[in-house]
């Protein structure tokens, strides 16, 4: 009988042996009981609310534009202050990595954004060693030792923009509150604002919010903004953001998402690998929709220039940035060919995204930042509207004749998902794999691609030239082979230990696809 596993484990818990008013900062808390009780019950109502919007899209009622609001036909506009007006690049990276949120600082990126969401392993020691780095990197005050030079390294003094990614509404956080769950967003937020001052601040204290699904939910981030800087004696709008547009609904709701915002938010920015995912969840039954393999996708497929230009229309349309997305591919230091390769590919990208009239990207390493930025105009591109723009475009063209689907192509993705498993089960949440940065948002664009080809039992060549079907046994049999490849082929050397994580995180990536076909129906025991 197979495991399944229908969930993305979104309940971390914290050490069994935490006394949050001893072990927490002091007072914490207390300040974070009230808020608890105040965010939680909402978080959980608007959870309940994303499972019935994804469950009728399954029946067919997929996400469209909304009726006519003041947030849409009123002539409200957000006040861009001037610290954020450049941020032709904002470099990303895993918060619980001290030496490399130095190097991004330190980096000359207009932004930095330091991550507790995708690219940290949601593990309790992860986030909280993540909050105690973005403290230390807002106070000026962390970091690392370079161990080849033998020297402590700290932050340079600059103008870059740091922003702080907390984990989103569909993850809990349990174990501070005995036998409660509470929000993860609410305690990342409440975490990192106990324990800053404005005066230590070169700017307000900014959020970047991920993963929404609806415009309501900015009322809960709103609210939330507000009840925090109330209890730290803050102005109302003390607290800034930017919001990611990385879910299907939410592309359908920006103007109202960011109205509800409008004291608040800067800018939005098209999470495009979470996007993708989501795209590919919501369209599942839907034979049409099954996506070639991830990367003979082109940056420019029309999916994602539709909303490339539905995007930045929005938001210079109210006075906010527009920010693109992240190039997969990383440069080596050491892999000539391949970092000239990854070079040119993040200019074609950052271009046609600066063409698309967006104000600036996301980058993940630092070589990449001077390449970016100077594909973008300076400071931004507020001002460039386009005389024909349509910002009720069809965002759902169809990815029909867009690149192959090939037997390799099921191969690499399921070889994707166990070691990018493998790195979560390790605290990694987030590998460079095959040149590739890979964190959970491509991790579901592949577990989601596996599933809807079996959903739709795919026919594709192997390497031999025959038709496969696609077949939860086909599924399997590819996760057993990719695995024992994997044994042969990595540095475990009879580790039992190592050998022990990989078949976990076999299992356990096996497991979610299998998840995902039990919930369309498939047939998988």
Same mark, same amino acid.
């Given at each position: ?6 969930t993305?484990f ?8 935490l ?7 002091g007072?914490?808390?207390d300040?974070?009981? !009230? ?7 909402r ?8 499972r ?8 067919g ?8 609001s ?5 002539s409200w ?8 007006q ?6 990303t ?11 991004m ?13 995708d690219s940290?392993?949601?593990?309790w ?7 105690r ?12 030792q ?8 700290a932050?340079?003094?600059s103008k870059?923009?740091?922003?702080t ?8 956080q349990?174990?501070?509150?005995k ?7 609410l ?5 990192v ?6 005066s230590?601040?070169?700017?307000p204290?900014?959020i970047?919010?991920? +993963?929404s699904e609806a415009?309501?939910e900015?009322?809960?981030?709103r ?12 102005p109302?709008?003390y607290i800034?953001?930017?919001?990611l547009?990385e879910?299907?609904p ?13 004291e ?17 969840d ?9 996506l ?5 996708? !082109? ?23 527009a920010i693109?997305?992240m ?8 892999d000539v ?13 950052k ?5 698309s009239?967006m104000d ?19 400071p931004?591109?507020l001002q ?5 723009a349509?910002?009720? +475009? ?11 689907r090939?037997l ?5 993705a399921?070889r %994707? ?7 979560v089960?390790?605290? +990694?949440?987030a590998?460079?794999?095959d040149?590739?940065?890979e964190d ?17 039992q795919? +026919?594709v ?13 086909l599924v ?11 044994l042969?082929?990595?540095? %475990? ?12 995180a ?13 919930a369309?129906?498939?047939?998988v025991?």
């Amino acid at each position: 009988m197979k495991t399944v596993i229908s969930t993305d484990f979104p309940v971390n818990q914290a050490a069994s042996d935490l006394d949050p008013p001893r072990d927490l900062p002091g007072g914490f808390y207390d300040f974070l009981l !009230p808020l608890h009780k105040a965010f939680t019950p909402r978080q959980q109502q608007l959870a309940a609310g994303r499972r019935r919007v994804l469950e009728a899209a399954h029946a067919g009622q997929l996400p469209n534009y909304l009726q006519p609001s003041e947030a849409t036909t009123g002539s409200w506009r957000v006040s861009l202050p001037g610290w954020c007006q450049d941020q032709r690049n904002q470099m990303t990276g895993p918060a619980d990595d001290a030496e490399l949120v130095v190097k991004m600082l330190n980096s000359g990126a207009p932004g930095v954004m330091l991550d507790l969401e995708d690219s940290v392993a949601n593990a309790w020691p992860n986030i909280t060693l993540g909050v105690r780095n973005i403290v230390a990197a807002l106070r000026g005050q962390l970091t690392y030792q370079d161990k080849k030079r033998n020297r402590e390294v700290a932050i340079n003094e600059s103008k870059t923009v740091i922003l702080t990614r907390p984990r989103g509404l569909h993850l809990e956080q349990a174990g501070i509150v005995k036998g409660e769950r509470m929000a993860a967003a609410l305690f990342d937020v409440a975490m990192v604002a106990y324990q800053v001052e404005p005066s230590q601040l070169k700017h307000p204290l900014t959020i970047y919010i991920p +993963k929404s699904e609806a415009a309501e939910e900015a009322l809960w981030w709103r609210d939330l903004f507000r009840a925090v800087s109330q209890a730290r004696g803050w102005p109302q709008d003390y607290i800034k953001c930017m919001a990611l547009v990385e879910s299907h609904p939410i592309a359908y709701q920006m103007e109202e998402f960011a109205y509800s915002l409008r004291e608040h938010i800067m800018g939005l920015n098209l999470g495009r690998w979470d996007y993708m995912a989501s795209l590919i969840d919501f369209t599942l039954h839907d034979p049409a929709w099954v996506l070639p393999d991830r990367n003979t996708i !082109p940056h420019d497929v029309a999916f994602f220039q539709a909303l490339r230009e539905v995007m930045p229309e929005v938001c210079h349309k109210r006075g906010m940035l527009a920010i693109g997305g992240m190039t997969a591919l990383y440069p080596s230091r050491e892999d000539v060919e391949l970092n000239a390769r990854a070079l040119k590919v993040l200019e074609q990208d950052k271009k046609n995204e600066a063409n698309s009239l967006m104000d600036g990207a996301w980058t993940g390493h630092p070589d990449q930042n001077e390449i970016a930025v100077n594909q973008f105009p300076y400071p931004n591109q507020l001002q460039a509207r386009r005389k024909d723009a349509d910002i009720h +475009k069809d965002l759902r063209p169809s990815p029909q004749g867009v690149g192959k689907r090939t037997l390799q192509g099921t191969r690499d993705a399921i070889r %994707t998902v166990i070691r990018y498993r493998n790195g979560v089960l390790n605290g +990694k949440g987030a590998s460079l794999l095959d040149g590739y940065m890979e964190d959970l948002a491509t991790d579901r664009i592949y577990r989601y691609m596996i599933a809807q080809r079996t959903v739709h039992q795919v +026919k594709v060549p192997d390497a031999g030239g025959h038709t496969v079907t696609h077949s939860p046994e086909l599924v399997t049999q590819l996760f057993d082979e990719e695995l024992d490849r994997l044994l042969r082929e990595s540095s %475990t050397n009879g580790d039992a230990a190592a050998t022990d994580s990989y078949r976990k995180a076999r299992d356990q990536s096996e497991g979610m696809v299998l998840g995902v076909l039990e919930a369309q129906g498939v047939r998988v025991r």
